[in-house]
């Protein structure tokens, strides 16, 4: 049973930064596209970055230069670095992981990351 597990969110000012993890359990690490997605409140979830096997990263237009996403495979880990965070970002944030060969994407739980202005 793959387990996905998010930390580092919490409350920063404007012009702050943070930085999430996503930690796999219970599988060995065979994903291939991991993403980051956000959903604030009465909002759809969105995709903010991707990142592929191959190390291919896409970002949402408003996070573009802000935002960094990166993976360890031996630590089954993905990484969103955030930096001059706005209020605009104030979402739960969300890790997807797609496993390799059976297709079926895993998500974590979600953490709240706050931006006060």
């Known amino acids: 049973q793959v387990q996905l597990r998010e930390s580092g969110g919490g409350l920063v000012r404007a012009g702050g930064s943070l930085t999430l993890s996503c930690a796999a359990s219970g599988s060995s690490f065979n994903f291939n596209d991991l993403g980051w997605y956000r959903q604030a409140p009465g909002k759809q979830r969105e995709l903010v970055a991707a990142?592929?096997?191959?190390?291919?990263?896409d970002y949402k237009d408003s996070v573009k230069g802000r935002f960094i996403i990166s993976r360890d495979n031996a630590k089954k880990t993905v990484y969103l670095q955030m930096n001059s965070l706005n209020p605009e970002d104030t979402a739960v944030y969300y890790c997807?992981?797609?496993?390799?060969?059976?297709?079926?994407?895993?998500w974590g739980q979600g953490t709240q990351v706050t931006v006060s202005s």
């Open positions: 990142i592929t096997g191959g190390g291919v990263t």
């Open positions: 997807k992981m797609t496993h390799a060969y059976s297709n079926v994407a895993y």
